[in-house]
Antibody, heavy 120, light 110 residues
Framework: EVQLVESGGGLVQPGRSLRLSCTAS????????MSWFRQAPGKGLEWVGFIRSKAYGGTTEYAASVKGRFTISRDDSKSIAYLQMNSLKTEDTAVYYCTRGMGIYYFDYWGQGTLVTVSS | SYVLTQPPSVSVAPGQTARITCGGNNIGSKSVHWYQQKPGQAPVLVVY???DRPSGIPERFSGSNSGNTATLTISRVEAGDEADYYC?????????????FGGGTKLTVL
């Protein structure tokens, strides 16, 4: 059974950093792209970014709203994807979801999400 | 950037057919994916690549895509289908490729 479990969320002050982790199980982690999404309270889904598998270069893509502040990485030996968030803003407050990427970028498994609150 | 437009809400009686549209410029040339999200839960993929269903998704869920409109069709609607539905594409047409979502449609079962 595929499982994705996010961790690392919490309350953080504006301008500070936070790192989220996504621990995967039930599939060969290194064979898949991994992506992060977020959803602000009462709002729709927003893509944050993804990292391709090593077979496709392990390269990353980011949404314009986070590019230069957020970094996605992966440790295939541990089946973990990371989202490093720097220079956090109040508008980054959201539930953050980790997902597995497929095909022409659709996302077939989602974690339960972890809440990040950016507030002073 | 590429824009996907969904109606904010759709209402349907149980047993009837719900159609949720997703509009975008020449969206028929892209692969469209649909997600269902119930309150307090993570999204669930219900249709991918325009019209394919993941395992475990009922045949009542189907999709189509042509021209400037993609459509998610839910036949024989049940109370448990009440949720927010989002369409999604991968837009690689610009210098800044991105995953794009529609704004979401709230399906109400009357």
């Amino acid at each position: 059974e595929v499982q994705l479990v996010e961790s690392g969320g919490g309350l953080v002050q504006p301008g500070r950093s936070l790192r989220l982790s996504c621990t995967a199980s039930g599939f060969t982690f290194g064979d898949y792209a991994m992506s992060w999404f977020r959803q602000a309270p009462g709002k729709g889904l927003e893509w944050v970014g993804f990292i391709r598998s090593k077979a496709y270069g392990g390269t990353t893509e980011y949404a314009a709203s986070v590019k230069g502040r957020f970094t996605i990485s992966r440790d295939d030996s541990k089946s973990i994807a990371y989202l490093q968030m720097n220079s956090l803003k109040t508008e980054d407050t959201a539930v953050y979801y980790c997902t597995r990427g497929m095909g022409i970028y659709y996302f077939d498994y989602w974690g339960q999400g972890t809440l990040v609150t950016v507030s002073s | 950037s590429y824009v996907l437009t969904q109606p904010p809400s759709v209402s349907v009686a149980p047993g009837q057919t719900a159609r949720i549209t997703c509009g975008g410029n020449n969206i028929g040339s892209k692969s469209v994916h649909w997600y269902q999200q119930k309150p307090g839960q993570a999204p669930v993929l219900v249709v991918y690549d325009d019209s394919d269903r993941p395992s475990g998704i009922p045949e009542r869920f189907s999709g189509s895509n042509s021209g400037n409109t993609a459509t998610l069709t839910i036949s024989r609607v049940e109370a448990g289908d009440e949720a927010d539905y989002y369409c999604q594409v991968w837009d690689s047409s610009s210098d800044h490729p991105e995953v794009v979502f529609g704004g979401g449609t709230k399906l109400t079962v009357l």
